[in-house]
């Protein structure tokens, strides 16, 4: 069995996207395996001490690790750079674990797209794969589309904040009719945020601030539809105004359909700021949200056809229903593959993750490998 393993592009330029290291100790022997050409600083810059590796590196060579030692050469593991990927290597492999590059991810490798597309000669190539591509390609497509995930969700009974999407194609046919669409929108909801799909971390979002007058929101759509990342469309949502407030925004880490952690966020200042791993006193809001995820996480169970999932991230905010903090008011906020982990939170251990992560591509292996 070959199994290719896709890791991240290197470079200054991707500190932001792949900012989870794991530092290299006697404790974590994969690690050691990985080419010093590989290590770095924590903070992902190259001068100095280079004592860690890169969350992707990490979990890569962690699952080489584990293989070894459960298969010794029963399965030909590659881990390959995403520049370095083709339709070759696509070809004689039997699975292709793609989790840690995507077409959103920025910069997009200027190999791997065209001047109108970023990475669309990347997503390309994985399109051709078919069922040996893991994540499966139909649900990585709606994982990147805000606007076909929250209708998704909503469909299945799962809320999401009230949300309103436009198209870079209606904005082109009725320029005028779109914002007009989204101004009585903005008015009926009061304060509204604007999120591009295919956008990334907070980048070209929309704040209440931007649309208080419609000159504003104008401004925003056309400055989002002439982005060079070139952005299919925008969704709208309704500013829940007691968002982090008297409920924290949980993410919600899972391997499988096995809750891992959670980082809480508030907007006002908490111990360790406003950001952190959940405590016991957190333990009546995880509780609530963790039932909520499990809806989120059974609703895309069909996607997988049998095999394990591997990473996903749920993040669930609250309320709805104002100053009610109740089943019926929490909301999917977001949901990720490749996510920021906040592995820092934890110290020189972080949560033993590259580890955990690696027992769970090998789960993932195993299943493809009973079907071949």
Same mark, same amino acid.
């Given at each position: 069995?070959?199994?290719?393993?896709?890791?991240g592009?290197?470079?200054?330029?991707?500190?932001?996207?792949? $900012?989870?290291?794991?530092?290299?100790?006697?404790?974590r022997?994969?690690?050691?395996?990985?080419?010093?050409?590989?290590?770095?600083?924590?903070?992902?810059?190259?001068?100095?001490?280079?004592?860690?590796?890169?969350?992707?590196?990490?979990?890569?060579?962690?699952? !080489?690790?584990?293989?070894e030692?459960?298969?010794?050469?029963?399965?030909?593991?590659?881990?390959?750079?995403? $520049?370095?990927?083709?339709?070759?290597?696509?070809?004689?492999?039997?699975?292709?674990? @793609?989790?840690?590059?995507?077409?959103?991810? !920025?910069?997009?490798?200027?190999?791997?797209?065209?001047?109108?597309?970023?990475?669309?000669?990347?997503?390309?190539?994985?399109?051709?794969?078919?069922?040996?591509?893991?994540?499966?390609?139909?649900?990585? @497509?709606?994982?990147?589309?805000?606007?076909?995930?929250?209708?998704?969700?909503?469909?299945?009974?799962?809320?999401?904040?009230?949300?309103?999407?436009?198209?870079?194609?209606?904005?082109?046919?009725?320029?005028?009719?779109?914002?007009?669409?989204?101004?009585?929108?903005? !008015?009926?909801?009061?304060?509204?945020?604007?999120?591009?799909?295919?956008?990334?971390?907070?980048?070209?979002?929309?704040?209440? @601030?931007?649309?208080?007058?419609?000159?504003?929101? &104008?401004?925003?759509?056309?400055?989002?539809?002439?982005?060079?990342? !070139?952005?299919?469309?925008?969704?709208?949502?309704?500013?829940?105004?007691?968002? &982090?407030?008297?409920?924290?925004?949980?993410?919600?880490?899972?391997l499988?359909?096995?809750?891992?952690?959670?980082?809480?966020?508030?907007?006002?200042?908490?111990?360790?700021?406003?950001?952190?791993?959940?405590n016991?006193?957190?333990?009546?809001?995880?509780?609530?949200?963790k039932?909520?995820?499990?809806?989120?996480?059974?609703?895309?169970?069909?996607?997988?056809?049998?095999?394990?999932k591997?990473?996903?991230?749920?993040?669930?905010?609250?309320?709805?229903?104002?100053?009610?903090? $109740?089943?019926?008011?929490?909301?999917?906020?977001e949901? &990720?593959?490749?996510?920021?982990?906040?592995?820092?939170?934890?110290g020189?251990?972080?949560?033993?993750?590259?580890?955990?992560?690696?027992?769970?591509?090998?789960?993932?292996?195993? @299943?493809?490998?009973?079907?071949?």
């Amino acid at each position: 069995m070959l199994v290719i393993f896709i890791v991240g592009p290197n470079g200054k330029a991707y500190i932001d996207t792949y $900012n989870d290291t794991i530092k290299v100790t006697s404790k974590r022997p994969w690690l050691a395996n990985v080419p010093k050409s590989r290590w770095l600083n924590e903070d992902g810059t190259l001068n100095g001490k280079r004592d860690h590796v890169r969350i992707d590196y990490a979990s890569a060579y962690a699952t !080489r690790w584990l293989l070894e030692k459960k298969y010794k050469t029963e399965i030909d593991f590659k881990i390959v750079p995403a $520049n370095m990927l083709t339709r070759a290597i696509i070809k004689k492999s039997d699975l292709v674990f @793609h989790h840690w590059y995507d077409k959103l991810v !920025r910069p997009p490798i200027q190999t791997m797209s065209t001047q109108a597309k970023p990475n669309s000669k990347y997503q390309k190539l994985i399109d051709s794969g078919g069922d040996k591509m893991f994540p499966p390609i139909k649900y990585q @497509h709606l994982t990147y589309d805000k606007c076909a995930y929250y209708k998704f969700f909503q469909s299945r009974g799962i809320n999401t904040a009230p949300t309103v999407c436009v198209t870079r194609a209606e904005y082109n046919k009725n320029r005028a009719m779109v914002l007009n669409k989204i101004w009585r929108k903005s !008015r009926e909801w009061k304060e509204m945020f604007g999120k591009p799909v295919h956008g990334t971390d907070s980048g070209d979002v929309g704040r209440p @601030h931007d649309f208080v007058t419609k000159t504003g929101l &104008e401004s925003y759509i056309a400055g989002v539809f002439s982005s060079k990342n !070139r952005y299919p469309a925008i969704v709208f949502q309704k500013f829940m105004v007691d968002f &982090e407030l008297n409920f924290p925004q949980i993410r919600l880490y899972y391997l499988g359909d096995k809750y891992q952690y959670s980082v809480v966020e508030w907007k006002t200042p908490r111990p360790n700021g406003t950001s952190r791993l959940s405590n016991i006193r957190d333990s009546r809001f995880v509780s609530k949200a963790k039932t909520f995820a499990k809806k989120v996480l059974d609703s895309v169970k069909p996607f997988y056809q049998g095999a394990p999932k591997f990473l996903t991230r749920i993040d669930v905010g609250c309320c709805i229903q104002e100053n009610k903090i $109740n089943a019926d008011s929490l909301f999917l906020n977001e949901i &990720e593959i490749l996510a920021g982990l906040y592995l820092f939170y934890d110290g020189v251990k972080r949560l033993n993750f590259d580890y955990k992560m690696g027992e769970q591509a090998l789960k993932v292996i195993e @299943h493809f490998r009973k079907k071949i």
